[in-house]
């Protein structure tokens, strides 16, 4: 097997909420926080997804179509968040999510990352609640996008297996 055909046997970390025991509180607030009801769940699930994809993270994009499956969303809504600019598969609310979250992720090689028009695109759809509610879930992405590019968690698998534990 060549460098380019070779699987991952085991994460590079352990389990961080083992070596880090605040990681969990912290992950649970987030989640807390991004689960208040000003947006749908849905809508938070495409989100993280489209941001595990701009990252290049494997695991964050199997973990986020995972909970989108899990949630009754169509094999063709999961797959077509990679073109969504031209998929019929979402709502006018749901595409301003995806651009905002586009906007954030992406470097903008001019003006601002989040210009005022897209800003009053997104705020046609949601109220201030529900913008300050997806800015968090973008963040929440965030706080963990470098401990799946780094430690490497192993995708698809249940949480309990997804870190290799430290050899004895």
Do not use: C
């Not at 097997?1 to 909420?17: F, V, Y």
């Not at 809504?77 to 749901?94: G, H, L």
């Not at 954030?104 to 990352?113: I, S, T, W």
């Not at 996008?145 to 309990?160: F, N, Q, T």
């Amino acid at each position: 097997m060549n460098a380019n055909t070779t699987q991952q046997a085991g994460s590079r970390l352990p389990n961080p909420q083992q070596l880090v025991p605040a990681l969990g509180q912290v992950g649970a607030a987030l989640f807390e926080a991004t689960g208040n009801g000003a947006v749908p769940r849905v809508t938070i699930g495409l989100v993280q997804l489209r941001a595990g994809q701009l990252v290049g993270s494997t695991y964050l994009a199997v973990l986020h179509s995972g909970n989108l499956r899990a949630a009754g969303v169509s094999e063709e809504r999961i797959t077509a968040v990679a073109t969504w600019r031209d998929a019929p598969y979402f709502t006018d609310a749901e595409r301003a999510a995806l651009a905002l979250v586009e906007a954030v992720l992406q470097p903008a090689p001019h003006g601002e990352r989040v210009p005022d028009e897209l800003y009053a695109h997104a705020a046609a759809h949601y109220d201030d609640a529900a913008l300050a509610t997806l800015a968090m879930v973008i963040g929440q992405v965030n706080f963990f996008v470098p401990l799946a590019l780094i430690g490497k968690p192993l995708p698809g698998r249940p949480p309990a297996e997804q870190w290799t534990p430290v050899p004895a």
